[in-house]
């Protein structure tokens, strides 16, 4: 079945970086897209960034442009995250899945930003 196991979350200080990584399974990973989401505290899961089958195609909300960076290796069916200049408003779980959502989430991966 479809599983979406998320990672590398932590407490970083504002400013600081964090690579989080999801490993995807049950599905034939190279001919989707994916996507990183987030729930911060309170508040509703928002789309953070996506890339396409290939990795030649990303796109990010503008909260996160310049600062966050999504890739992926089809060989590993894993997609990444790298957050920079992480600030307080970026602290939340973030999960990942593929285009089209699949009815299925993970765990999620919690970032807290705090100094």
């Known amino acids: 079945q479809v599983q979406f196991v998320e990672s590398g979350g932590g407490l970083v200080q504002p400013g600081g970086s964090l690579r989080l990584s999801c490993v995807a399974s049950?599905?034939?990973?190279?001919?989707?897209?994916m996507s990183w989401y987030r729930r911060p505290p309170g508040k509703e899961r928002e789309l953070v960034a996506e890339?396409?089958?290939?990795?030649?195609?990303?796109t990010y909300a503008d909260s996160v442009k310049g600062r966050f960076t999504i890739s992926r290796d089809n060989a590993k069916s894993t997609v990444y995250l790298q957050m920079n200049s992480l600030k307080p408003e970026d602290m939340a779980v973030y999960y990942c899945?593929?285009?089209?959502?699949?009815?299925?989430w993970g765990q999620g991966t919690q970032v807290t930003v705090s100094s």
């Open positions: 899945n593929a285009r089209p959502q699949r009815p299925v």
């Open positions: 890339i396409s089958s290939s990795g030649f195609t990303t």
């Open positions: 049950g599905f034939t990973f190279s001919r989707y897209a």
